[in-house]
């Protein structure tokens, strides 16, 4: 995929792809309910149509209500599938479905392609095992594909070393069926729209001593019925883009505005960035429409809830390539278990095209420079090629593997070349 340099963005976005993460918790948490779930927005792209898919091999039926509106109906029972469960590239998929899969009756085999089949499990198939999970994987229980034999699990108090939604979401979802209470509990609270929708649902969740009480399911859940609102995650691609291109002004309509995940914005606006919110709805979720323009940006040092920031930083790595002085990410070794090696990818990236760039193990920093025209790799990470594209803006770019964007996002080039000024 080559990209063109760009005068500037201008315009408003309205079709930005709804929230990924919800998408994937409103198809598993449906398969919970007494009755059907209305989901309104779904997110049809690759990661999310996998966890679908999973879905109906343990007994969900999906009917079409309108063209914007799913029916998700559940079973009375979740059913052992007669086949392997593929997950694709999604990891969110299989660490949530292990933690649901884990206490239930059956037996159940999780696999993905060759990107997801190399990304670390062991931290969730670990804490699952030792609550009495019979979880089995390769090398040493530690990737994928992982065979699941449902089994009664025991009540539990674990608390992680690392803040992470998946293990968090993987841990309540064993919790709901374990023989007693739960407790979990992580350094600074990661995304937490588990925990909200399954309130919502009716499930025992308390906030106890800094961290999540479960109590055991009684009875089924209640359906959700939720309109996914625009994903912050893939709107800030346009706000990096905005911000460093002149002559740019984009309102970005529709969007999330979890506190958890608007982190990346607040980074940009205090590295100077014109970044301004307006609140539409509060109900389930905070949602609203976010206005971006050029400008200066400096330096900064990025080294707590990284959490908060872990999918919006290769974009932010673009901002900091043009932004003044020298920025440094610290506290990111999560980077290199995602999709690809991000830590790797953004330094090789950032280096062909003419950027200083040192590479920690936990992290990198970036020498805030000219961006010149290359030709980079996405490395299969759906982030990165955006990230990338978003940088050819300034001064073209040539991208490899650019068709790993529908991971999440596959009208992303159909916005980004409306609101582009020639």
Known sequence: MKIAKAKGLKGEIENIATD???????VIFSLLANTPSEIKNFLYAKDTLSTLNIAKQLGLRVEQKDSNTL?????????????????GNAGTAMRLYMGLLAGLRGYFVLSGDCYLKNRPMGRVIEPLREI??????????????????????EGFRYESKVASAQIKSAMILAGLFAKEKSFFKEPYLSRDHTERLLKNMGADLQDKDGGISISPLQEPLKPLILEIPSDPSSAFFFAVGATILPNSYLILKNILLNPTRIQA?????????????EITQNTHEIIGDISVQSSSLNAIVLEEKIAWLIDEIPALSIAMANAKGKSIIKNAKELR???????KALVSNLSKMGIEVEEFEDGLSICGGELKEAKVQSFGDHRIAMSFAIAGLLCGVEIEGFECVDISFPNFLEILQKMIQR
């Open 20 to 26: 990924k993460s919800i998408s994937h918790r409103c």
């Open 337 to 343: 278990v995602k999709e690809t090696d991000r830590i």
């Open 71 to 87: 029916r998700f109906i559940p079973p009375e029972k979740i059913q052992e599938p007669d086949d392997i469960l593929d997950c």
């Open 132 to 153: 009495g999970a019979k979880i089995f994987a390769r090398k040493d229980n530690a990737l994928a594909p992982i065979s699941i034999i449902g089994n009664t699990l």
């Open 265 to 277: 914005f607040e980074i940009l606006k205090k590295m100077g960035a014109k970044i301004t919110y």
